[in-house]
């Protein structure tokens, strides 16, 4: 036996023992979260939280809003190479990478997965579900006429970027072109400027969103003609612009994020976008019914207690999320309530 | 005196430790020089591109999320591993939510470039994620020294650990960019020296570690195989022995342990395949390689409709990769038979096996040209045209790699964290480098530099008499009057 040899061995054995530790025996946050509710003239909410200290320095958002539903519906990202450029079809590989992650980091029992050209067509024929669409996709006003019919039965659909959105209307030499059901909304390419002229909206801050540098941003004009709501961050340049915007229709939902997957990771990329998408789903703010009443606590390494009382005048069902908000430790905890009735 | 318990044996082993240092007293002055350039530089510079993977694994397994916990780190765990107790003794001095900032006016930069991402790791990170790599550097060096030292004379021996360890490629790899290639390219040497030695089960082990550092160790399993087949058969036609079955048994017995190491990882989790292989399957080309021109067409390097095929291109590659690793090590084995000796048919097979997974692969950087080094500086023993080799693809390598990106894009962790140079400088000089036209424009710099490196690296595959490479430096320093 030569000393090299031992060495080695200890190497290979500081390795098993390392693997060991990383894998399962470093301990994780985890987020105590009890909700009271009280029904008279209006609903009353009280949600306690606590959360214990750690080595990393921490803030805990918690919010509570009304849904009008409830599902734990699969979540199905498109994704066909025949249709898909390589940069594309590696976007959105990689976004359902990341939505796995995050979906997982959450507890959620939600399952994600991709479908093809086929499977996306079997999909909108059928019951609602959530479709992410985070590509281009059939440029045929069939089709896109199709997806809105799904969406008005119930879907949810995430679109990623103005190409990925089936049923938008075509600007062809500056008047809209398409089906008058096809939405009218205008993309403006964004310039991040530093974050100058950025505010987040009442979901962004709650929800602590990260895709916060698109490179396009939606008119805000045309998301209120819509009687949509602005759940990302407002930039002020010529116009008021949106990184993200929800649109009830029919009984399904919209939710638009306004610039494509693009480069670079951590503000715009694949990576944010499935954090976000993952957070509003597990929360059900695609349902969202009533405001959001939210709170952030800082405590550096410290633990964390507290409650948030929220007031609703009506509400049936009540989604309550409180999270670390800076992802390194990815603690969350939900808790959907039925007014009335048990959670 | 023999001793019969084991403890007791690595007991005596280990006594052989200050003997053993005292060997390297010769290099003293080498190994000082090296470890302080490297450790000047390491905690200023990073790639913002590499970088960000390993801090995001790192504050993932301190906060207990695991190696692939945001799917950030899409390499095989055993770096992650490595990096792990250097993260956690730095945690305890420092909160890891510090450990990287996210800076707002990069964002615009990194939208153009593609190439930022705009976090910009802590010096203090840096160091804990670089002190592996600069350690990994020096044993390399040593392992490399030791062995010349046996097999050749001090001589040799200190100048390839000289050739090594104050290698600019070698220093920029680890201090600068922060890339931990030399672990699995330190994993493949081991191998090489344990299978010359005859310890076939070490050999095998570390062959298996290679592969959960960097996946490309797994093509040279052909080759070990092959050589452990047939090695010595004493036959012009290589055939089948009880010997060379028991020696490959060995191998892959060697092989299968080294899969205990990240058995916690195949337990827990099942997305880890998916995170690797991922990458393994994406689709953009180009660098040092025989795809460097590809970048430069419209599809900006990734695959162009020009490469119809049923089988797909990337599995084309793949294929013609197998097959030409099965060459080489079916003539290493047939040359086994009289023209060369056991180490040089370890050595120019791995150096050959290695050669055309680096000029075949999709993408080809300046740090995998790490994995070639040893076996360059081994064969560099024995013929002069291989140490030419490493002087050639140094310099390729390190103006790749400063091209591709430009200087300043590495220089951010001491704007950020000093008074030295101002962001917006920086990113002002970035943007700069980025914009340029005509002849110096950084595209043009880096395909030729590419295009260089790849027309080097298709010469390591050619026999000397086919290098025109080597036959151009001759003639050049003939013509300079020198020595060739």
Known sequence: MKLSYVLFALFAIFLVLASSVIQGGVHRLRIDLEVEIEEGDEVWVNASYSIGSSSFSKSLNVLCFPISQWHSWPIHIFEDARVLDPYQSRSVHGLYDHLRTEMDLIGSNVSVSMVNLDGLMEIIDGEPSILILASRTLNETGYGASVLRWVERGGVLFSVGNESLPFLAKVSGGEWVGPDEFLRLRYHPLAFSGGEGMQPSTAASALSLENVAPIAGIDVEDVEAYGGTVIGYHYQRERDLASAALFRIGNGTLIAFAG????????????????????????????????????????????????????????EIVSVFAFTNDDFQAAHSIRIATVGGSP | ??????????????????????????????????????????????????????????????????????ASFSYPPLFAVVLYPFVLI????????????????????????????????????????????????????????????????????????????????????????????????????????????????????????????KLYPIYLIILYLALALWLESGSKFPRLTNTGLKRSSLLV??????????????????????????????????????????PALPSEGLLPDVFPSIIGFPTFI?????????????IMVRRLSGEIDALKALSVGSLLTVSVI?????????????????????????????????????????????????????????AVYTDLIPIADLNSAVQTYYTSAGLLSRQTLVIVS???????????????????????????????????
């Not at chain 1, 410290?302 to 929220?310: C, D, E, K, P």
């Not at chain 2, 990240?262 to 040092?288: C, E, K, N, Q, W």
């Not at chain 2, 793949?318 to 079916?330: E, H, K």
């Not at chain 2, 080809?364 to 045209?385: A, M, Y």
Request: glycine share 8%; hydrophobic share 55%.
């Open chain 2, 358 to 414: 680096i000029f075949l692969q999709p993408v080809t950087n300046p740090q995998h040209l790490i994995w070639l080094l040893p076996f360059l500086l081994l064969c560099s023993v024995e013929e002069k045209r291989w140490e030419r080799k490493i002087y050639l693809l140094t310099v390729l390598g390190l103006l790749y790699f400063i091209w591709l990106q430009s200087a300043q894009a590495l220089l951010y962790p001491a």
């Open chain 2, 253 to 294: 017995l060697g092989g299968l342990v080294s899969v205990v190491v990240v058995l916690p990882f195949f337990l827990s989790s099942d997305l880890m395949f998916d995170f690797i292989f991922r990458r393994a399957g994406y689709t953009s080309y180009g660098g040092l390689n025989l795809w460097f021109f590809l």
């Open chain 1, 260 to 315: 494509p997957i693009s480069a670079p990771f951590v503000t715009t990329a694949e990576d944010v976008i499935a954090a976000d998408i993952a957070r509003v789903v597990a929360c059900g703010l695609q349902w969202i019914s009533g405001p959001i009443f939210w709170q952030t606590e800082s405590a550096g390494q410290n633990a964390i207690a507290g409650v948030l009382s929220a007031t609703f005048e009506s509400a």
């Open chain 2, 90 to 213: 730095l945690s305890l001095f420092m909160d890891p939510a510090q450990f990287g900032s996210l800076q707002y006016s990069m964002v615009d930069l990194a939208h153009m470039t593609g190439m930022l991402v705009p976090v910009i790791t802590h010096p203090a990170f840096n160091l804990a994620l670089k002190t592996p790599l600069i350690l990994a550097d020096l044993v390399m060096g040593l392992v490399l020294y030791r062995f010349v030292l046996g097999v050749k004379d001090e001589k040799w021996a200190r100048r390839i650990f000289v050739l090594w360890f104050l290698n600019p490629l070698v220093i920029w790899i680890s201090s600068v960019a922060g890339q931990m290639d030399v672990f699995p390219a330190l994993m493949t040497l081991i191998t090489l020296i344990a299978f010359y030695r005859k310890h076939y089960i070490v050999a095998g082990m570390a062959l298996g570690l290679g592969v959960f550092f």
């Open chain 2, 450 to 484: 590419a295009m260089l490196g790849g027309i080097v690296g298709l010469t390591l595959l050619l026999p000397r008499r086919l290098d025109f490479v080597d036959k151009l430096w001759e003639r050049a320093a003939r013509l300079l009057g020198g020595d060739a």
């Open chain 2, 1 to 70: 005196m023999r001793l019969r318990s084991c403890p007791l044996k690595a007991a005596f082993v280990l006594s052989e430790i200050p003997a053993v240092l005292r060997s390297f007293r010769p290099l003293l002055l080498v190994i000082v020089v090296g470890l302080l350039v490297r450790f000047l530089i390491a905690p200023w510079t990073s790639c913002p591109y590499d970088v960000y993977p390993f801090y995001r694994s790192s504050v993932d397994m301190l906060a207990g999320a695991g190696v692939y916990g945001h």
């Open chain 2, 318 to 330: 793949f294929l013609s990769t197998l097959i030409l690793v099965f060459a080489v090590s079916g």
